[in-house]
Structures are given as C-alpha cells and as structure tokens.
C-alpha cells in the first residue's frame, strides 16, 4: 500500500481539531463548540484514506488485508496503552457498578464498537446520564471510523470490479451516500444518534469525496490570490461554529464544520499552500497535530476521572491537565504509536493476537472480576449502588404511566394514569379524594409522602409528569410531552370537585420554571375555587454540580487523603437559590389563607448547612432527585422529628 505526500499543515489542522476538543472539555468559555474537532477529524480521515485506497486501486496494489493491518497498527497500540493506565484509575477511583459499566465500555472500546455500547446504555434527555464521568466516553469516535472503514473499501472496490472508477461514478455514489447519511442525520435528530456511524458518516464521505476530486487532477498554474481566500474562507466556517456558535446536536453548523475543513485540504492541494495553511504548518502546530490521536486519547479520562471526583476545573488545574495530557501523548507517540507503524513488522497473525485478542482477552477477564462487589478498591459502604438510581424502587409507577417521561402512541401528556394503578400510602384507602400531582420532582417524592400517608392511613391518588409541575398555561415546549396538554387535563380533574385535597409537587426553585412560577398563584387560585385544599411540598435543596458524587464517595480513602469527602451544602446557598421562590410564597401564603405548606427540608437543614445522605445513604440519584430509598429516609426522619405533617391538615379524612 503507497504512502502518500506528507502536507505539514493537515497535521496543523489536526492540532487545531485536537486543541478545540480538548478546551471544550476543559470547559474554556470561550470555546463554545470544541467538540466539532471531531468532525474535522472525520474529514481529514476520509480524505488521507480514500486517497490512499484509490490510488492503490489504480495501480492494482491495494489489499484488503494490508488495509486492515495498517489500521490496527495505527488505531490499537496507542489505545491499548491508554486503556492499561485507565483502567487501573478506574480501579482505584470507581463505584461497584461504575467499574463494571467501565468494564463494559473497555470490551466495546477495544472491538471497536463503544459508540454503539453508548447509543444502547446512555439516557438522554432529563433524565440524561452524567456523560462527563464516563472515561471512555471519547472512543465513540474511533467505533464510528472503524465502522466505516469496514463499509467503505469494500465499496471502493466492488465500483473497480465493475468498472465504474470513473471519477464520474465514485463521486456521484459518494454524493449519493452523502445525501442519504445527512438526511438520515437531520431526520434522527435525537441525542443518542450522535453515536451512530450512518448519522456521522457525510462527515467522513465529504473527505472522501474530496480525495476522489482531486485523485488525477491536471496540474494547473494556482489562482494563489483564489486560494488565499478559501484558505481564509475554511477557517471562518470552522471557527465561527467552535467559538461562537452553541452547537447543539443535529445542526447544520456540524455540515458548516465540515465544509471549512473540505476547503482548507481543498485549499493546500493544487500545488500552492495559501497563507492560513502555512500558518498551521508552524512547527508547534505541526508538533501538536503529530501526537494528536494520543492526546485525544489522554486527554478525556483525566478530565473524567477529576469529574468523578466532583473536582473543580479551574484554570490552574486545566493547565496541569493540558501539559500532562501533551506529555502523557508525546511518550504514547514515541514509544508506543510510531513503533508499532514503522519498527515493529509484524505479520497479521501476529498483529491481531498481539494487538486484539491478547487485549480482549484480558479485557473480558477484568469485566468478569468487576461483575464482583469487592473487586474494586472504592468500596460502596452502604449498598449496592444501583438501589441510588432513577429507575430503582419507581418501575410500576413508570410502567403505569404513574410518572410520564415520553407521549407514545397509546399514551399522551391529556391521558391520565388509571387510579387504581397509581395510589400511594395505604392501599386499603383506594378511594381516596387527595391528590398528588407534579414534576419529576414530585415523584421523587412518592416514598416520603407514601410513609406519611401510611402513618395517617390515608392514601393519594399520584399523577406526574417529567417537567410539568402544576403551573396552568405554561406552555414552553419540550420533546417527547406536552405540559399544556398535562395541565388542562388535571385542571379537567380538580373540576370535578372529587378531590378535596390538592397536594403539588415540583422543582419550584428550577431556573427552568422561572419563567412561569408566577402560573403557580392561578394554580392554587383553581384549586381554592373548586372547593379544594392546596397543599405544597418544598423541594428538597438542589446540589451544586456533581456534589452527589463526592456524598457517594464520602468513605473514599482517596478522597479523605485529599479532604475532598463531603455530605452537605452550606445553608446559605440554599437559600439564595430559592430566594425568588420564597418570595412568590410568602404573598401566596397572605393571598390564600387555606394554603398549607410542607417543608421537607426541617429534617436535614439547620441554619449552617443541609445534609444530603441521612444514616449514611446518600438521598440523591444526581444534583436535584431524590431517589427511592433516600426519599423513603426522609419521609421516616421528619416523621420522627416533628411528627406526621398531614394529620393537622387532613384530620376531617383521620379516623381516630
């Protein structure tokens, strides 16, 4: 397989690609979309590849096999090294069932399927799984390009068998492929799909495509003037999305990406190199774009590993991670990439046992040691950490609709939940005349309500909807549910005059209702005049970002070696993220004289701080839910300080 000319400034470009991703990541505020170095990458693959491929094919030299080999030469040795450090961090650092889900990762990593592991296991959305804690998050991207090149050659060369090599043909299959993989990605425009190689590959085919344009092209004197313009031109439509622009997954801003990065190749390859070019091609660039696949390889599981251990990234602490990520990427290359690609001339046989099964092997071995609790040298000290979820204590409800994340075709946000399905407290009270209606945040509440209905032996009948606390006429959109649809049909129901108590739950301090916590005062106002007693439940205090790791962790060696083990907020922050809300409360409070108030937040607050783990079990599932077992602790310690809330306000319902 020929090599092809060495351009100083592409490896500039992957400097420029590497650099955005890494500051991006690093939360640089000035990088608003780093991550589009992906993209860029995409392009630059596709366009080196397919000229190589091509040409090869021309000249009736390429082999498959060779292809491959040189691919697990240069994808293989540089992760594999990553990987044995990684997951030693990982053992060190990780949770039971965050090990295991590393583990996991690791297995698809290494066959090169990690970005379809994720489009499987991640949740998207509200419910969104914290992503920047995942260590090999960032080798999705070598699944999605793996993946391709298993497709592509193929195609390449079933085209040359048929004898359509023209330039004409590869360049309208690879036009039509385009069309198909672009519409495929504005038409599944759904977060997960980020991950899919049919959604991402137009990116690498506008390399290709590029590659095959250019393959036997007549040499001709350069426009220089002409190609000084594009040169500029490509680096506008790439910098104006990665520094400007909050790019947000499907946009076309990832096509303008790509676009600039077509036209900057483009731009260097008629036998001119224009001005932005020779600026990449400075020596610090070019250094940066030639350890650029390690650096990308070590930058993101430093970067995890500190967001798991909810440390702060300031600036200081960014500029150790930069260097040691250049470093750490520098020895890669040395000692690891370029020996493996040049020195070592092993056969295919060899390379894949070697660099592949050797690899998966050990691999399903650490999965396999992962799967037990005590593997791992951070120990959960309380319990099995799935029981700290979303989903976990909560699936009847879901499943019954109790709680609604998404409309389906059989179930929408106007629909309400059967009430034989959906009661809570004491189920010989089935029928119940209280009400329990609300957010996501209102069912993180089910426990704990649940333990003082039980205490009073009354029941509710519960109605919740990811989103939709009762706040009557917000009508802001939000895939997947309508809240106008959810409030008018509760409105419908408070109506009927059946429901004699009203209790409402919700984020009521969320920025994302600051907006609308005004609608609350009509809410209630509905509530009153249908004859009903308004009843709210504070929220619980929301946790500054990833603090619900470091409570996880609070029995960590590492963490206690480093004074970072914390289990609480200070009061004062507390208090002035519900400050607007209290404020809205107080005039409620003079305005509706039957409107009675829960605070939750008695049991673990007191004027310095708020606890968030009670017995030593964390009450969180991430910085604002409670889950099962930390809502049903708290139900039972409120219950135990200051009795049962709801007997002086529902004592007509308590038989005595």
């Known amino acids: 397989m020929s090599s092809i000319r060495y351009r100083s400034d592409i490896d500039g470009l992957r400097a420029f690609a590497v650099l955005s991703v890494v500051l991006y990541h690093l939360e640089a505020s000035w990088i608003k979309s780093g991550f589009l170095g992906v993209d860029i990458f995409f392009v630059i693959s596709g366009f080196l590849i397919t000229k190589i491929i091509v040409r090869d094919l021309q000249d009736s030299t390429f082999s498959i096999k060779n ?71 960032h080798t999705w991207s070598l699944g999605v390009e793996e993946q391709f090149y298993i497709a592509w050659p193929v195609i390449l060369i079933i085209l040359f068998k048929l004898s359509t090599s023209s330039k004409k043909y590869l360049l309208t299959i690879t036009s039509l492929l385009i069309i198909v993989s672009i519409a495929i990605f504005f038409y599944k425009h759904f977060p ?110 430093i970067i995890a590993y500190l967001n798991y251990l909810s440390i702060t990234i300031t600036v200081d602490i960014a500029t150790v991670v930069i260097i040691l990520s250049i470093i750490l990427a520098t020895i890669s290359y040395l000692f690891v990439e370029k020996p493996f690609r040049h020195k070592f001339k092993l056969s295919f046989l060899k390379s894949l046992i070697l660099l592949w099964i050797i690899p998966l092997v050990v691999s399903i071995c650490f999965y396999t040691a992962s799967k037990h609790q005590g593997f791992g040298f951070n120990q959960s000290f309380y319990m099995d950490q799935n029981q ?21 075709t059989t179930f929408k946000s106007i629909d309400l939940p059967a009430k034989d399905l959906c009661i809570i407290g004491s189920h010989s009270y089935k029928n119940t005349d209280i009400l329990f209606i609300g957010d996501s945040h209102a069912r993180s509440e089910y426990p704990m309500l649940s333990i003082w209905l039980k205490s009073a032996g009354l029941s509710a009948y519960a109605i919740t909807q990811r989103s939709t606390p009762f706040l009557y006429g917000m009508n802001d959109n939000e895939q997947g549910i309508s809240k106008l649809d959810r409030n008018v049909a509760i409105k419908k129901l408070i109506e009927t005059r059946f429901y004699k108590y009203i209790i409402l739950g919700g984020a009521w301090s969320s920025p994302a209702y600051s907006g609308f916590i005004e609608l609350l005062d009509k809410s209630i106002d509905i509530i009153v005049k249908s004859g009903a007693q308004p009843i709210l439940i504070l929220d619980t205090p929301y946790l500054p970002e990833r603090l619900n790791n470091l409570c ?31 404020t809205l409360l107080k005039l409620l409070l003079v305005k509706y004289p039957t409107l009675r108030v829960i605070n939750p937040k008695k049991a673990i607050c007191n004027s310095k701080e708020c606890q968030i783990s009670i017995e030593g079990v964390p009450m969180y599932a991430d910085n604002q839910h409670m889950n099962y077992i930390g809502s049903k602790l708290l139900g039972e310690l409120y219950l135990k300080e200051f009795g049962n809330p709801l007997i002086a306000i529902i004592k007509k319902l308590i038989k005595i």
Request: include cysteine; aromatic fraction near 18%.
């Open 192 to 301: 997960k799909f980020y991950y899919m190689p049919i959604n991402r590959g137009f990116e690498l085919l506008f390399g290709c495509f590029l590659a095959i344009s250019l393959n036997n092209r007549e040499q001709k004197s350069p426009n220089k003037t002409l190609l000084d313009i594009y040169s500029l031109v490509s680096l506008i439509l790439m910098a104006i999305p990665i520094f400007l622009v909050s790019v947000s997954y499907s946009s076309f801003w990832m096509i303008v990406t790509c676009l600039g990065a077509m036209l900057f190749i483009y731009s260097g390859s008629l036998g001119y190199i224009p001005f932005i070019n020779r600026l990449f091609s400075i020596k610090p660039f070019v250094a940066i774009g030639v350890i650029s696949y390690s650096l990308y390889l070590w930058h993101w599981p």
């Open 552 to 582: 996880h962790l609070s029995n960590s060696e590492i963490l206690k070696y480093f004074n970072l083990a914390n289990c609480s907020i200070k009061r004062s922050y507390v208090d002035q993220s519900e400050h607007k809300f209290h």
């Open 388 to 408: 700290l979820t979303f989903s976990y204590g909560f699936s009847d409800f879901d499943n019954n609709h109790c709680f609604l994340q998404a409309e389906s």
């Open 67 to 137: 292809f491959y080999l040189r691919r697990v030469r240069r994808i293989l040795p540089a992760l594999i090294f990553v990987l044995v450090f990684s997951s030693f961090f990982a053992w060190l650092i990780l949770l039971p069932q965050d090990l295991l889900n590393y583990a996991k990762s690791m297995l698809s990593a290494i066959v090169s399927v990690s970005n379809l592991f994720f489009f499987k296991t991640l949740n998207f959305g509200y419910f969104a799984t914290d992503s920047s804690t995942i260590p090999l998050l």
